[in-house]
T-cell receptor, first 112, second 111 residues
Framework: EAEVAQSPRYKITEKSQAVAFWCDPI?????LYWYRQILGQGPELLVQ????????DSQLPKDRFSAERLKGVDSTLKIQPAELGDSAMYLC??????????FGEGSRLTVL | KQEVTQIPAALSVPEGENLVLNCSFT??????LQWFRQDPGKGLTSLLL?????REQTSGRLNASLDKSSGRSTLYIAASQPGDSATYLC??????????FGKGTTLSVSS
């Protein structure tokens, strides 16, 4: 069964360092999402792509976060510099034509 | 702005009970409503998708209903099992936009 792939699964970094997360969506899914989930909360959207174009990045802290999907397939989310408050689960999802979302296993970030 | 609320926040039941999880949303102009399951430290697993024109969807022991006019959905789990213990999340979207999530209901089923 096709899955959304994410790496790394776990990342521990010190504040002010740079960190990057990678996502490979299900083949054929044109829409890709990055969400952030703080413990005990529901996921919140950071950025939505349609192919290689950004559809919504209104909640992305652009002073330190960046996201790209250069060839409209896999995507990278970067944080530089990381802050203590960035500790969270970073979830990638892709969706079908009828907009059913499928998530990866997530990348757990701990900033010390 | 769309807001999604899930009640209760936590629920404990003995094995074998039927149970209902509730989800409400403030803007009834939704495109899809999707229920997910999340195990601790894991990603989200899609359980059921209800499109705006539908009233319910079923998968095995799960049944989800949608009442757009009242802004409510319920997830019914029949004959609960310890393996059902997880956090259940409800989310809605409008066409072309990302899902907006509730905070989830954490279910514990004891044997």
């Amino acid at each position: 069964e096709a899955e959304v792939a994410q790496s790394p699964r776990y990342k521990i970094t010190e504040k002010s360092q740079a960190v990057a997360f990678w996502c490979d969506p299900i083949s054929g899914h044109a829409t890709l999402y990055w969400y952030r989930q703080i413990l005990g909360q529901g996921p919140e959207l950071l950025v939505q792509f349609q192919d290689e174009s950004v559809v919504d990045d209104s909640q992305l802290p652009k002073d330190r976060f960046s996201a790209e999907r250069l060839k409209g397939v896999d995507s990278t989310l970067k944080i530089q510099p990381a802050e203590l408050g960035d500790s969270a689960m970073y979830l990638c999802a892709s969706s079908t034509d009828r907009e059913e979302l499928f998530f990866g296993e997530g990348s757990r970030l701990t900033v010390l | 702005k769309q807001e999604v609320t899930q009640i209760p926040a936590a629920l404990s039941v003995p094995e074998g009970e039927n149970l209902v999880l509730n989800c409400s949303f403030t803007d009834s102009a939704i495109y899809n409503l999707q229920w997910f399951r999340q195990d601790p430290g894991k990603g989200l697993t899609s359980l059921l998708l209800i499109q705006s024109s539908q009233r319910e969807q079923t998968s095995g022991r799960l049944n989800a209903s949608l009442d757009k006019s009242s802004g409510r959905s319920t997830l019914y789990i029949a004959a609960s099992q310890p393996g059902d213990s997880a956090t259940y999340l409800c989310a809605v979207n409008q066409a072309g936009t990302a899902l907006i999530f509730g905070k989830g209901t954490t279910l514990s089923v004891s044997s």
